[in-house]
């Protein structure tokens, strides 16, 4: 049976533990397995994510890495709800784009850049826990796929769109809920579960099994992980809890709503037009009250159901 915290989570490693080379093998075997193709990771670029701040820590965490290809990966965690993530990915991605090119370089110093990003919230419609993305040009009459003319060594040669622009790996932990067979779903199952299989053979896996062991941490780096998994059930348990908070006084303000309005202008209108009154009441205090309070408008916006403008303008 495995021990409860056994492994070490891994947006704590990613922050802590494997930006050291000598544990490499794991981020490694990471994206070995999101690619397909063996990786090895040369050395750690500077990112956000080695800077501690104070809305970092524990909400989100990247790493950016270059591999033998000399190509970029950056691997970013997030636990929090964020509306545009799609454009922080985005502007992640740019971002590395030009870092790592020079003023007056050619444009074949530009670097394939790989984001992979592995989020812990809801990120909206889809079913599946894992999604990928690369540009590819499609001919609009025709059909085909357009390759296109580049130069390797002294060689003229086709090269597709893909092959230059950023690939995209969305990892949605929350939506995991099999039993792990294959190295993916080994994978999602230790992310999602912190479990890892005693007899694993899914890259990056196996070297987890020794390195991030729970027991096997100093007392301080210990104390440190417990306190940030506290971090993380406390903003989960506030999120949760003005959540049903919301539903609940809303379900309540909306039948006495209804009950009003009903003998007023009639049973059957007034039950339904009061229940939607009333809820949109209830929903504009609970706003102004987690507004007080200091949530996030995104935080706001999942626990009421009201849109971003209209939370705004509280």
Not at 225 to 250: C, F, R, S
Not at 271 to 283: H, P
């Amino acid at each position: 049976m495995e021990v409860e915290n056994k492994y070490i989570r891994f947006d704590w490693a990613v922050k802590r533990m494997l930006r050291d080379k000598a544990n490499f093998a794991v981020l490694e075997g990471l994206v070995t397995v999101l690619l397909g193709e063996k990786i090895v990771i040369t050395e750690l670029l500077e990112s956000e994510g080695n800077q501690e701040t104070s809305d970092s820590k524990f909400n989100r965490v990247d790493i950016k890495a270059k591999n033998s290809k000399d190509e970029i990966i950056i691997v970013e965690v997030q636990l929090s709800r964020q509306l545009y993530y799609l454009q922080r990915m985005l502007y992640g991605v740019s971002k590395a784009i030009t870092e790592h090119i020079q003023i007056g370089n050619m444009y074949d110093k530009v670097k394939k850049v790989y984001s992979i990003n592995i989020i812990y919230f809801d990120l909206g419609k889809g079913r599946d826990y894992l999604y990928h993305g690369k540009t590819v040009f499609t001919g609009v009459h025709t059909g085909d796929n357009l390759e296109v003319n580049t130069k390797e060594a002294d060689e003229i040669k086709m090269t597709a769109p893909e092959n230059v622009f950023p690939e995209y790996y969305i990892i949605r932990v929350n939506e995991f809920n099999q039993v792990a067979t294959t190295p993916i779903e080994e994978w999602l199952d230790y992310l999602k579960n912190n479990r890892i299989k005693d007899d694993t053979s899914t890259p990056g896996l196996q070297e987890a099994r020794e390195k991030l062991l729970y027991m096997t941490m100093s007392d301080a780096d210990r104390r440190a992980y417990d306190a940030h998994m506290d971090d993380i059930m406390v903003q989960n348990d506030v999120l949760g809890t003005a959540k049903q908070e919301g539903l609940e006084q809303g379900r309540a303000e909306g039948r006495e709503q209804g009950r009003a309005e009903g003998r007023a202008e009639g049973r059957a209108e007034g039950r339904a037009e009061g229940r939607a009154e009333g809820e949109q009441i209830k929903a504009i205090k609970i706003a102004r009250n987690l507004k007080s309070m200091g949530l996030s408008v995104a935080d706001i916006v999942e626990a009421t159901g009201l849109g971003e403008d209209e939370i705004i303008e509280l």
